[in-house]
C-alpha cells in the first residue's frame, strides 16, 4: 500500500515544475513590499540627523562636523522609521537582503564635493542674513538711544 502512494508522488514529481529556483545561475525576485536594507542617496541628503533619531536601534550615526552618513547593517530592524521622516526622502528600502559576513561592518557614506559646496553656499547665506539682521536691529536700538536722547531735553523745558 505503501509504495503505491510512493509511486504516485514519483510520478507527480517527474511531471511538474520544480518547487526550487536554480539560483546562482537566476537571480532572486523579491516580493514588493520586501524589506531589505537602507540606502541613502547622499546627493539629496542634507545631514539634519532626524533619522538618527527616529532609528529605535541606534543603528545610524550623522556625523555634521566630518561630513558623513553611516550606517551599521546588523544592528537595524528595517522598521523603515528612517525612511518615513526623512525630510528630502534621500533614504529609501532597497529590497535585496544584506550580504551575510564574518565581521560587523558599518557603511560610510560621504558627502560628494558637489553637496559640500551646496551646503557651504547655504551657510554663507544664512551667516549673511544673520549679519545682517543683527547690523538691523544694532542701527534699530542707536535709533532708539538717540531719540530717547533727544527728548530728554524737551521733557525738561
Not at 515544475?17 to 540606502?39: L, Q, S
Not at 551646503?119 to 530717547?148: C, F, G, H, S, W
Request: glycine letters at 6%; charged letters at 30%.
Amino acid at each position: 500500500m505503501g509504495a503505491l502512494n510512493y509511486t504516485g508522488k514519483v510520478l507527480k514529481n517527474l511531471f511538474s515544475k520544480p518547487v526550487t529556483t536554480k539560483y546562482p545561475f537566476e537571480p532572486k525576485t523579491f516580493m514588493e513590499r520586501t524589506r531589505g536594507h537602507v540606502v541613502n542617496d547622499m546627493d539629496v541628503c542634507i545631514l539634519c540627523g532626524l533619522c538618527q533619531m527616529k532609528c529605535p536601534t541606534g543603528a545610524i550615526t550623522v556625523d555634521k562636523p566630518g561630513q558623513t552618513w553611516a550606517i551599521r547593517p546588523f544592528s537595524c530592524i528595517q522598521c523603515r522609521a528612517c525612511v518615513d521622516n526623512c525630510p528630502k526622502k534621500s533614504l529609501s528600502m532597497d529590497p535585496k537582503y544584506q550580504e551575510p559576513g564574518v565581521e560587523k561592518i558599518e557603511k560610510k557614506f560621504d558627502l560628494t564635493d558637489a553637496q559640500k559646496e551646496r551646503l557651504a553656499e547655504q551657510a554663507r547665506i544664512a551667516a549673511e542674513k544673520a549679519a545682517a539682521a543683527k547690523a538691523a536691529m544694532e542701527a534699530k536700538k542707536a535709533a532708539e538711544a538717540k531719540a530717547a536722547a533727544g527728548a530728554k531735553p524737551d521733557d525738561a523745558k
